[in-house]
Nanobody, 121 residues
Framework: VQVVESGGGLVQPGGSLRLSCTAS????????VGWFRQAPGKEREGVSC????????FSEDYVQGRFTISRDNAKNTVYLQMNSLKPEDTAVYYC???????????????WGQGTLVTVSS
């Protein structure tokens, strides 16, 4: 399984970006998919995750109301829509997939290489 993130870049504070996560070899529709991030000099932290069994989304407080996970099953892609971006959102963003289907974000063990998001004026 190969996981690939894309969509990162430079954006001004208050702007928006949409990150994409695709995977080869599996059907993402059947797997929980999470997003994590790691800012310079900091530990990696969770952002949000969406289960596959019932579509529930779990998000950290610091992105509630600003970041949204969605899926396009026809494209085998999961998105992270990021709005109202702040400089403190600057980080490498990673997509992680459950290693077992229908695990509801409990086994996020298959990782991509990350995509850099920089929020700066």
């Amino acid at each position: 399984v190969q996981v690939v993130e894309s969509g990162g870049g430079l954006v001004q504070p208050g702007g928006s970006l949409r990150l994409s996560c695709t995977a080869s070899g599996i059907t993402l529709e059947h797997y929980g998919v999470g997003w994590f991030r790691q800012a310079p000099g900091k530990e990696r932290e969770g952002v949000s995750c969406q289960s596959s069994s019932d579509g529930r989304t779990f998000s950290e407080d610091y992105v509630q109301g600003r970041f949204t996970i969605s899926r396009d099953n026809a494209k085998n892609t999961v998105y992270l829509q990021m709005n109202s971006l702040k400089p403190e959102d600057t980080a490498v963003y990673y997509c992680a997939i459950d290693s077992n289907p229908y695990s509801d974000c409990g086994y996020l063990e298959v990782w991509g290489q990350g995509t850099l998001v920089t929020v700066s004026s």
